[in-house]
């Protein structure tokens, strides 16, 4: 299979697959918005408005902050400001097929503050493993609110993941990784060449992955407000509603064929919210999650450009 015939391959699955779960999501809504108009929603603005400054607060912590301790692990002189541009500017390429622009936005925008681009691929794999272990830790932790699991259970798997995130960061295991990839990113054609590895330390490692764990958790609080806004939960539920957003975005990353996780996160969000929510609100959820997300983008766009160069 030649390369053209190969991405026009991807580009149907990947459009065949956000049809799909769409169809049985606007089927739902559409078989259950008698229920939700008889709930006559009245969203709380002041939850909403609190869940945007929320999302931008995450984004300055993860995208900012995080990035920023990140791409100075190369000892580059990149600024906190400049950082945070390099991700805002690159953020709307994930919504292109492949990952490839919202990864190539980034080392573009590095390249100008004079981060190369080696060190910023190798940056971004950082960030992914690193905020990726973060989001499955709030997972596991957001599932002792899930009436069906039982304590034990999820115990075991706080104790298998918490050590296991720390071996995953660790200097010798996470260049493995990053090494492994490389190889995959070569083998798709999204890197020409090889690319040697700068020597990582454990403690900045463990800072980033900490940050982005911070991030997830205001991030997520955030999600809970503007569910909150419009479905009331109950606090003690607040925790698997966190989760639920962390770990159906995360995935929704993770799969590369589909441009912004379309229709993964959304279908696999409303699979979690089920366990607070009737499907309706939580089919009805996971829309107002993507908007939400794509608004506090744009919000998060708006204030990179706050600070001047």
């Known amino acids: 299979m030649d390369l053209k015939t190969s991405k026009i391959t991807k580009i149907i699955i990947a459009v065949a697959i956000i049809t799909i779960i769409f169809f049985f999501l606007g089927k739902t809504l559409y078989v259950s918005w008698s229920e939700i108009a008889q709930a ?29 301790l990140t791409l100075r692990l190369f000892n580059r002189d990149i600024t906190f400001w400049q950082a945070v541009r390099t991700s805002a500017f690159a953020q709307f390429g994930k919504y292109i097929p492949g990952k490839v622009w919202a990864f190539g936005g980034r080392v573009y925008f590095a390249k100008k503050y004079g981060v190369g681009e080696v060190e910023t691929i190798t940056a971004l794999l ?14 596991i932790l957001s599932l002792f609110t899930y009436k069906n699991l039982n304590v034990p259970f999820n115990m075991y798997l706080l104790l298998i993941f918490i050590p296991l995130s720390f071996v995953v960061i660790h200097p010798k295991v996470l260049t493995s990784i990053l090494k492994t990839l490389f190889a995959l990113l070569r083998r798709v054609r999204m890197l020409k060449r090889n690319i040697v590895l700068p020597e990582l330390q454990f403690t900045s490692l463990l800072v980033i992955y900490l940050f982005y764990f911070l991030y997830w958790i205001v991030h997520t609080i955030g999600f809970y407000f503007v569910t909150n806004a419009i479905f009331p939960i109950p606090f003690c539920s607040a925790l698997g509603v966190m989760g639920a957003y962390a770990m159906s975005w995360t995935i929704g990353f993770l799969v590369i064929l589909v441009p912004g996780g379309f229709g993964i996160r959304e279908g696999l969000l409303t699979i979690f919210l089920q366990n607070f929510m009737p499907l309706s609100f939580a089919t009805l959820m996971a829309f107002v999650g993507r908007l939400w997300t794509t608004i506090g983008e744009i919000l998060y766009f708006f204030v990179s450009l706050i600070k001047k160069q």
């Open 126 to 139: 950082i960030e992914t493993v690193t905020s990726t272990a973060s989001a499955i830790i709030l997972f």
């Open 40 to 68: 006559n929603i009245k969203p709380n603005i002041v939850s909403l408005v609190v869940s945007l400054i929320l999302f931008v607060c995450s984004f300055l912590l993860g995208f900012g902050f995080a990035w920023f």
